[in-house]
């Protein structure tokens, strides 16, 4: 076969595939209600996540010996609060991992 044949059986096939229709834009009935419902499981998830945040700096003040507020902010112990600081990113990511599935 020569190349002008494939060029024109290539042209032949070309031609018979039917063209894509271009989509209209247009608006899905339920946007705001889908919105609204992401709106609101974001809302439901930050105040579960806040909650689980504060119950585990409660559990984590009771589980220690001494009072974690009153190490940092009287005596002002700068090793506990980088540790506590360590402490709350580590519970927020995963908080925020269990959010996201």
Do not use: W, Y
């Not at 499981?41 to 689980?52: E, P, R, T, Y």
């Not at 090793?79 to 402490?87: E, H, K, M, R, Y």
């Amino acid at each position: 076969m020569s190349f002008e044949t494939l060029k024109l059986r290539a042209a032949e096939t070309l031609a018979q595939v039917p063209s894509p229709q271009v989509p209209v834009e247009v608006e899905a009935p339920g946007t705001i209600s889908i919105l609204a419902a992401h709106l609101l499981a974001a809302v439901v998830f930050s105040i579960v996540g806040i909650l689980v945040f504060g119950v585990c700096l409660f559990v984590m003040d009771r589980l220690t010996p001494f009072s974690i507020v009153k190490e940092i902010g009287e005596d002002h112990n700068q090793a506990l609060g980088t540790i506590i600081a360590g402490v709350v990113i580590g519970i927020s990511i995963i908080i925020a991992a269990a959010i996201l599935g």
